[in-house]
């Protein structure tokens, strides 16, 4: 018995003289106790449907947080969750029909009456105002369902859509509300739009020119009109191209702009549209892509009438906590 203990023995400090000499190995480390290095670059943007598919014409490729969904699971999949006060649309708004769920045209205002004036007039208008490059481009085609009846705009927020411009102030409320959400408060907005290091713009505390779809060094209406202060209904002017893009974005495809809450994140908070929220006096926020502010978070625009609309203005919705 004396032997087999002492063999026993032996082999156990073996053992652990053989682990000494190889331990398993451990995440790296930087050269800073106590400090993980930093991961690789990630390449791919994550979608909602699970799968890592990039973001077509996505000005840069990076690995999205995901899954989309806030983590408290208090709000709905669709929108973020901000200290847990309230939930805000990852994206900005692209309307549907309330009742059929049929995407409404994105270059038009949201009304029936104002579709059919807008796309009639412009048919003929385009012919014989503007600049040559005007007169070629065609006026966007709504679907005939919308010019043939009534419709009740609701709010989506989903990535890779146009989002919707044409939107007063009026429309933007109703369109939240339809959804089962409202129009945000300024200061939630600029909250939600700071992220949660509280920074000035989406991505840091100075102007990065180009890291969001503001300020860009064409106008629109000037490319169709020769004059950036005229025919801002024009329904072409979002569809309008520089550099081989339009000059208004798809939802999420400018990666780079992004406000960061947790795992999750806005888009296009500062940039792409202008967007409406709750004040009856009217005002819109954050700057569209050829505004040439370099205000971030805090641009805001307070001289338009909550019934006024354009091209540039659009929206996103927030909702109040359960």
Request: glycine share 10%.
């Amino acid at each position: 018995m004396l032997g087999l203990a002492l063999c026993l023995l032996l082999l156990r400090c073996s053992r652990a003289e053989t682990e000494n000499k190889n331990p398993p190995e451990r995440q790296p480390r930087s050269q800073k106790s106590g400090v993980r290095a930093p991961a690789g670059p990630p390449q791919l943007l994550y979608l909602p449907d699970g799968g890592d598919v990039a973001l077509e014409g996505a000005p840069e490729q990076r690995l999205l947080p995901g899954p989309w969904r806030s983590g408290s699971r208090r709000c709905p999949p669709e929108m973020v969750d901000v200290r847990g006060q309230f939930c805000i649309d990852r994206f900005e708004v692209s309307l549907a029909d309330r009742t059929t769920g049929r995407e409404l045209s994105p270059y038009y205002h949201p009304t029936s009456a104002q579709v059919r004036r807008c796309y009639a007039g412009w048919q003929t208008r385009r012919l014989n105002s503007g600049t040559q490059q005007a007169r070629s481009v065609p006026v966007p085609e709504p679907p005939p369902w919308q010019l043939e009846g009534p419709f009740t705009p609701s709010a989506r927020s989903v990535p890779g859509a146009v989002p919707s411009g044409y939107l007063s102030g009026r429309t933007a409320e109703e369109a939240c509300r339809n959804a089962g959400k409202r129009l945000c408060l300024l200061d939630e907005w600029r909250t939600a739009c700071r992220g949660q290091r509280a920074r000035k713009f989406p991505y840091g505390d100075q102007y990065e020119p180009g890291t969001c779809n503001v300020a860009r060094d064409v106008h629109p209406a000037r490319l169709l009109h020769g004059n950036a202060s005229i025919n801002h209904l024009d329904p072409r002017l979002n569809l309008v191209e520089h550099g081989g893009e339009p000059l208004l974005r798809k939802t999420g495809a400018t990666s780079s702009c992004r406000s960061e809450w947790g795992d999750d994140a806005l888009f296009d908070m500062v940039g792409n549209l202008d967007e409406w929220v709750e004040d009856p006096e009217g005002t819109f926020a954050g700057g569209f892509y050829s505004r040439g502010t370099q205000e971030g978070c805090d641009a805001a625009i307070m001289s338009h009438d909550f019934a006024y609309f354009d091209y540039s203005l659009g929206t996103r919705c927030c909702r109040s906590m359960p």
